[in-house]
């Protein structure tokens, strides 16, 4: 079986301008010979950075994106980026509901469902993470969880709307200097929990969505969870902040995925 990779990261606010367009400089030409017809890279600065990004990347080889957005396209939301802004910049890509987003902003799913139906409303490509918290999976609730932010999420869109959503399942637990990877069985049972909710709400072709794992991915955990059935790409952040590393880690990955696929 062919499955389409794909590898990211969100800078979150991490890397000033100089910083990011080197990054990026860096990573175009460490990755240009991989072919995208079968991969896909894309990378998530911070705001201040995204119109020097935009100008300097070719989106060909690393599609950018913003790592939140305001449902609205204009009016009274002081310190909100409106989706015809970032329209203006040429982006393609819009992350929504990252755990931090979620946690330390309180974006509700609803607030997220909004923000998904804009993203989509303006041609975007609708990165939607979504993952339960430490004590949500204690309690054994974690599908149940899932579920519900995907179904919330994702609830007004239709499915015309499949080819422009991605999802990143990224266990809040899992993220960050304290998280702790999801181990690569937790990873693939939770993922193919995501494709069936997908399945379930667009019938047959929800399927054709990818489902990237985000988590304390890490040069010693990256190739055996991409090898996975139902895991698409990867999401990583810290392992991918260096962008000789990041691309070493991609390129490990790919190898194990095809070595896997040929079996
Ligand atoms: P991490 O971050 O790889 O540093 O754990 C992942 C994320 O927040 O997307």
């Known amino acids: 079986m062919k499955k389409k990779l794909y590898f ?29 017809e079968d991969f896909t890279l894309f990378i998530i600065p911070s705001y201040t950075s995204l119109q020097q990004a935009s100008q300097k990347t070719d989106q060909g080889l690393i599609q950018l994106g913003a790592q939140n957005m305001c449902w609205e396209d204009q009016g009274q939301f002081t310190g909100e980026i409106s989706p015809l802004m970032l329209q ?19 974006e509700s799913n609803e607030m997220l469902r909004k923000k998904v139906n804009a993203a989509l409303a303006h041609g975007f490509t609708t990165l939607l993470c979504i993952g339960e918290s430490n004590e ?23 499915e015309e709307d499949i080819p422009h959503i991605w999802i990143a399942y990224e266990p809040v637990w899992a993220i960050g200097t304290n998280g702790k990877p999801a181990s690569v069985s937790y990873a693939q049972q939770k993922h193919s929990v995501i494709r069936s909710a ?16 985000g988590g304390s991915v890490n040069p010693q955990n990256a190739n ?24 070493a880690l991609i390129r490990d990955a790919i190898k194990s995925w095809q070595l896997s696929s040929n079996k």
């Open 88 to 106: 203006e910049l040429g982006l393609k890509i819009i992350e929504l509901g990252h755990s931090e987003r979620r946690h330390t902003f309180g």
């Open 224 to 247: 055996s969870l991409i090898i996975q059935k139902d895991i698409d790409g990867l999401f990583v952040g810290r392992s991918a902040w260096n962008a000789e590393k990041f691309n």
């Open 198 to 213: 997908l399945i379930e709400k667009f019938g047959k072709s929800g399927a054709d969505i990818p489902i990237l794992y």
């Open 136 to 158: 949500e999976k204690d309690y054994d609730i974690s599908d149940e969880v899932l579920r519900i932010q995907l179904k919330t999420g994702l609830y007004d869109a239709t």
């Open 8 to 36: 990211g990261s969100n800078l979150k606010m991490y890397k000033n301008i100089h910083e990011t367009i080197s990054y990026l400089e860096q990573l175009q030409r460490l990755t240009e010979d991989l072919d995208r």
